[in-house]
């Protein structure tokens, strides 16, 4: 799968497939994505996460044993599905909270009313994974379904008590003043805190009650407690942001020794109205990610090195190393 068809693959996001060829089916609960049927597929070791939608261009059927993915009639890649352990392939991801008291407007958690796994059933399900012989890495993450502090305190005793199983641990929560070294000291390995954007203007609008630049001293902090290339943040493309922002905000995050997520946006249905999406073209997708893969090779920070979380798992985005690092910059 080459970057051009994997961006186009993310640019689409869903294929129109016979679901009986795709074994055991998830509905993610986190992010723009959450209550959407989903699967991954592999291809020349490069993976991507679609939907599961009727409506698409896309067309997927099963040939000699692989999953042939056509477009207009002509095949596009063809590759494998990929089973997932919890949320992703080979890491136990696992979320928490399904509930959000902050209303970020491309979000659809906080109009799902979803669960709160206690902690005995996040570690039950840790456990479970753990059983299969494939979990490689642990991430968990969380909506904030009453204080970020109660959630933060909640990932705390996770983290501790997922130190035996001898495998990284990522986490990704809203932060708060004593969340880093917390979960440091808990035995995190990485951690995310999301700006979402870079773009002021659009933050206020976009992720009201939240505070970007208590984030952005958070992931300094974070940065100077866990290290370089092992804190990231996403950092959503298509809600109205020029491309020059995006460079902008890119370079600053990477200041911080932060490494960014170019995390494409996707309409949800419970948010129609709500906001202005458009989904970057493949074309965007790539500039950008070659302009972030140019940023963090002059500052000395890997995107394919890290263990946990979306950065390892490449299936909603292009990673800047992993997914570009055969082919020349452009």
């Known amino acids: 799968m080459r970057p051009e068809t994997k961006a186009e693959l993310i640019n689409i996001g869903k294929v129109d497939i016979d679901i009986s060829l795709l074994g055991r089916l998830t509905i993610p609960t986190a992010g723009p994505g959450a209550g959407k049927s989903a699967f991954f597929f592999r291809s020349g070791g490069h993976r991507v996460r679609l939907t599961v939608d009727g409506t698409s261009p896309l067309h997927a059927v099963g040939e000699n044993g692989d999953i042939v993915i056509m477009k207009d009639g002509e095949e596009l890649v063809r590759g494998q599905i990929e089973d997932e352990l919890i949320h992703c392939p080979e890491q136990a991801y696992v979320n928490m909270t399904e509930k959000c008291i902050f209303d970020c407007k491309f979000c659809p958690v906080p109009k799902l009313d979803g669960k709160i796994k206690s902690i005995e059933e996040v570690l039950e399900m840790i456990d479970k994974a753990h059983r299969t012989g494939t979990m490689k890495a642990i991430s968990i993450t969380s909506g904030v379904a009453e204080t970020p502090e109660i959630e933060v305190d909640r990932a705390v005793e996770v983290v501790r008590s997922a130190r035996r199983y001898g495998v990284p641990i990522g986490v990704c929560v809203y932060p708060t003043p004593d969340s880093t070294r917390r979960l440091k000291d808990a035995g995190a390995d990485e951690i995310k805190y999301n700006v979402e954007t870079m773009d ?24 100077d407690i866990f290290g370089h290339n092992r804190v990231c943040s996403n950092f959503i493309i298509g809600l109205g942001e020029t491309d020059d922002s995006v460079e902008k905000g890119i370079r600053e995050l990477v200041s911080l020794g932060v490494v960014p997520i170019l995390r494409p946006a996707s309409m ?5 109205g709500e906001v202005v999406i458009e989904r970057p073209t493949p074309e965007r997708i790539l ?3 070659h302009i972030l893969r140019k940023i ?33 910059e452009q």
Do not use: W
């Not at 505070?211 to 940065?223: C, N, P, T």
């Not at 490449?314 to 570009?324: A, K, Q, R």
């Open 287 to 289: 500039k950008l990610t």
């Open 268 to 272: 949800h249905p419970l948010r129609q």
């Open 200 to 223: 002021r203007a659009i933050y206020q609008r976009s992720c009201v009650g939240q505070d970007l630049d208590m984030i952005l001293h958070s992931l300094k902090e974070a940065v």
């Open 296 to 328: 963090l090779d002059q500052n000395g920070l890997h995107a394919d090195s890290f263990r946990t979380m979306c950065l390892p798992c490449t299936g909603c985005d292009l990673n800047p190393h992993s997914d570009l690092d055969e082919y020349n």
